[in-house]
């Protein structure tokens, strides 16, 4: 088995909820697991292991990020100026234009940003299944890319045509026999990548009866299936928490998504059956979803953090967790103040950094497996240059102002995932791609052969999406949404 020795680094190991800073502390590695973590900590004798020094470097977990839809790539760049329903059209449903190739290569080049940016681990909302092809073009490069992710299969609203002069002709099916059937087959050839991709479901359809989705549920259950994501903004969508508790299917399996403007009921029903959400601070803030409710006092204690659309902003974790806490700290101040007290600052450090890391962990239900620096648990870590212009002394006074609001994805130098270095000396180590969703690693692609073909294929995706009119397809989303 191979061995990495990390080597005299200041760790951000947890105890519980508390983060404990060990100072001059080594990390040893074997195969894909953390097996000590202590001073003075050798290689075995033997064991053909790398010894990485890490002074005046920090060693924090890998970031979870708990919503995101990873394929959308090509796209980054379009949405500065828009919101909610522009992206949609811009964005969402642009998928019809996406063949199973350029899934490949946006998907690819998303979980590529998740690991440059410090992320080890992403629920993956994969609404882009318009073939068999296209899900397992998608699981196929999140296996190659090193990333570990949840797969979380989609039935999406399948546009056939789409023009300018007449309403977009779709297919009224959204749980086609086909759908079934790939789900099945993937759930049996699963987990992907080492163990490292696993299959989710992703879900929005709540327009179909209680027993269709009931169905749903049970058939994903049958196949091992642990994790179930679905979208909830009040006033937008259907209200994805009753209606689950409705249906007998909510638990802590269940993670949502946003669930700004939640209504206190639905907030005590989430917390109640042990759900999870994964509040995305940029796309909310910016899309106009509301404000975001990760540090609610009420609800943090279920709360995780995700990016959503890495096409709209960077994928990185510690932008969204600085944007979050900062702005409930100033909207927390905005009452105080207005009340003629004294301002304060009741969000801590420490409780944001957990939602990055263990806190994410449990919304996945895997948090005896990731989200911490802990013997026997998977070696998903980050280690950043605390000796950069921006880290040097804040790394010496203290390590979580350090990385929460001193750090920047330039100071991450090494990304390890599931054992295996994604990242070193600040650039990504070149990918594998595989030869098929399980298939045998072939050659290695760098950065710049991604970009390359990332580039050819937003110009096709561009080309076919000529003479596809906005007005008609915001008529298609209104009669499909609701
Ligand atoms: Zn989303």
């Not at 000590?36 to 020094?53: F, P």
């Not at 699981?139 to 890319?145: F, L, M, N, Q, V």
């Not at 179909?208 to 549920?217: A, H, I, P, R, T």
């Not at 989430?270 to 509301?290: C, D, I, N, V, W």
Request: aromatic share 8%; hydrophobic share 40%; glycine share 10%.
């Amino acid at each position: 088995m191979t061995a990495i020795l990390l080597q005299a680094g200041t760790v951000l190991a947890h105890e519980g909820d508390r983060v404990k800073v060990l100072r001059d502390h080594d990390i040893l590695i074997v195969g894909n697991k953390i097996e000590a973590i202590s001073q003075g900590l050798t290689l075995r004798e033997g064991s053909n292991g790398r010894v990485i020094d890490c002074r005046g470097k920090i060693i924090s977990p890998g970031f979870i990020d708990t919503h995101h839809h990873l394929w959308q790539s090509q796209m980054r760049g379009r949405f500065g100026n828009m919101t909610f329903m522009e992206y949609m059209v811009a964005g969402n449903i642009q998928s019809f234009n996406y063949t199973p190739e350029d899934i490949f290569w946006g998907q690819l080049a998303g979980c590529q940003e998740s690991i440059f940016s410090g992320v080890t681990t992403v629920v993956d909302h994969a609404h882009m299944t318009y073939s068999p092809d296209h899900a397992t073009e998608a699981i196929r490069a999140s296996a190659s890319s090193g990333l570990r992710t949840f797969f979380c299969y989609t039935p999406i609203r399948r546009i056939r045509k789409w023009t300018s002069d007449e309403p977009v002709d779709y297919d009224e099916e959204l749980l086609p026999e086909w759908w079934f059937s790939t789900l099945e087959s993937l759930a049996k050839a699963g987990p992907f990548g080492n163990g490292r991709v696993k299959l989710g479901l992703g879900f929005d359809a709540f327009n179909l009866s209680k027993e269709v989705v009931q169905d749903v549920w049970a058939k994903c259950r049958g196949l091992g299936i642990k994790l179930f994501t679905t979208h909830y903004v009040a006033n937008s969508m259907k209200n994805s928490i009753s209606l689950l508790k409705e249906y007998a299917l909510l638990d802590s399996t269940t993670l949502f998504s946003h669930i700004n403007g939640l209504a206190p009921t639905d907030a005590e029903t989430l917390l109640r059956h042990g759900a999870y959400f994964s509040s995305t601070p940029e796309t909310e803030l910016q899309m106009g979803l509301g404000e975001p409710v990760a540090f609610n006092p009420d609800l943090k204690c279920n709360a995780s953090i995700g990016i959503d659309c890495h096409a709209s902003n960077s994928a990185d974790i510690l932008s969204q967790l600085r944007l979050g806490m900062q702005h409930a700290r100033g909207a927390e101040n905005a009452a105080v103040v207005a009340r003629g007290e004294y301002p304060r600052v009741s969000i801590k450090l420490e409780e944001v950094f957990n939602l990055g890391t263990i806190q994410g962990a449990r919304a996945v239900c895997m948090e005896g497996d990731i989200g911490s620096i802990e013997v026997g648990k998977f070696a998903d870590i980050v280690v950043f240059d605390a000796s950069s212009p921006n880290m040097v002394c804040a790394a010496q006074e203290d390590p979580l102002a350090a990385v929460l609001l001193h750090a920047n994805v330039g100071d991450i130098e090494m990304v390890i995932v599931d054992g295996v270095v994604r990242k070193e000396g600040g650039r990504l180590v070149d990918v594998g791609v595989l030869d098929g969703i399980d298939g045998a690693e072939g050659e290695g692609l760098s950065l710049r052969d991604v970009s390359r073909r990332l580039l050819e294929s937003r110009e096709r995706i561009i080309e076919r999406a000529a003479g596809q009119g906005a007005g008609r397809a915001m008529e298609f989303l209104y009669e499909t949404f609701g």
